[in-house]
């Protein structure tokens, strides 16, 4: 395992331990808010996402609670702590940068300016059957953000 390999490891150790943004907080009067309940049902694992957004679209917290494997948590860890004023469109091309690095198997070499600590999975695209388990707090997100807008 090279250096890189090793620092994106230890990243996405540090974030399964830290949990960022866990657990769900309440909700702030006056934002629009959503959630969403996501499950994987090849490995168990489940997460439910709480997003607020302000008047202009700028999310303002993600909270989240879940249980399931080092990848996932931590996965919903790195996302809490980068979207918080992002707006929605940033998010979705974060979203969409992430979701292609994810289906890489391998072969993509992200721009951590983009994906900050979520460069840190490139490693799991790898490995098709741990592709959902880093994308459960992503699709979680999308959801509650589209619940928020109802």
């Known amino acids: 395992m090279n250096e890189l390999d090793q620092l994106y490891q230890q990243v996405i150790l540090d974030h399964s331990k830290r949990r960022i943004g866990s657990p769900l907080v309440e909700l702030t009067e006056g934002l629009l808010h959503g959630e969403s309940h996501q499950h994987n049902p090849i490995c ?86 741990r592709v959902k388990c880093a994308m459960l707090a992503w699709v979680a997100a999308e959801v509650a953000m589209h619940e928020a807008h109802k």
Not at 84 to 110: A, H, Q, V
Request: charged share 35%.
């Open 44 to 129: 168990g694992d489940q997460i439910r996402v709480r997003v607020e957004l302000d008047d202009q679209d700028h999310f303002t917290s993600m909270s989240w609670e879940g249980d399931g494997c080092s990848i996932s948590m931590a996965s919903a860890s790195v996302l809490a702590e980068m979207l918080p004023e992002l707006t929605k469109e940033e998010f979705l091309g974060k979203r969409d940068y992430f979701r292609e690095m994810m289906r890489s198997k391998g072969n993509f070499e992200p721009d951590e300016d983009v994906l900050e600590d979520a460069a840190a999975f490139v490693g799991v695209s790898k490995f098709p059957a």
